[in-house]
């Protein structure tokens, strides 16, 4: 029992006595701050990387949703005044009519009467109308061109050599558009060349 004891504790003394080695890996201090400064300057870098991609990818997005908005207000625009032009078109249609009375009066008024204060009144509150309407880009329909089926209708014509063919020779209602658009075409008397007469003709073979 004592010769193990013994043993034991020449083994623990001989083992306390033995040396540590400590191994000198070559590197100083300066050099492992300076190595654990690129580590950390590295992982910095790559987060700043990572934050400027997450950035980019919001600003993106974020002009996505600016352009897709702008998008809706410029449509919303445009359907408004789409709408405000239908409504305007349909108001003019039921207003021509309340004109064409005012010049049918005018046209057939005496002279007199249209140099009297209720003609001048008269006048006056046609050129208000009309004025008014301009505003709002309601035009006549040019007729001093010649005839043009999509502004004019012919609703009678007449025959004649004097004026080339398709000449407009009278208006018989006015015709006016809005913003371009046509309202109502001009009811017009339109030219046509006059046939020969068969006493006009050369004989057969002539």
Known sequence: MSDSKDREDGTAASAADDPVEVRDSGESLEEALAEEERTAILAAEEKLRSVERDLAELKDRHLRKLAELDNIRKRAEREKREHFRVALMD??????????NLDRAMAHASPEDRKSHFGQGIGLIRRQLMDLWRRH?????????????????????????????????????????????????????????????????????S
């Open 137 to 205: 880009g309601l035009e006549e329909v040019d007729t001093n061109v010649p005839f043009d089926p999509n502004r004019h209708e012919a609703v009678s014509t007449e025959a004649t050599n004097e004026v080339p063919p398709n000449t407009i020779l009278e208006v018989l209602q006015k015709g006016y558009v809005l913003d371009g658009r046509l309202v109502r075409p001009a009811s017009v008397k339109v030219s046509v060349r006059e046939r020969e007469s068969l006493s006009e003709r050369p004989p057969d073979g």
């Open 91 to 100: 108001l003019a249609r039921d207003f021509l009519p309340i004109l064409d």
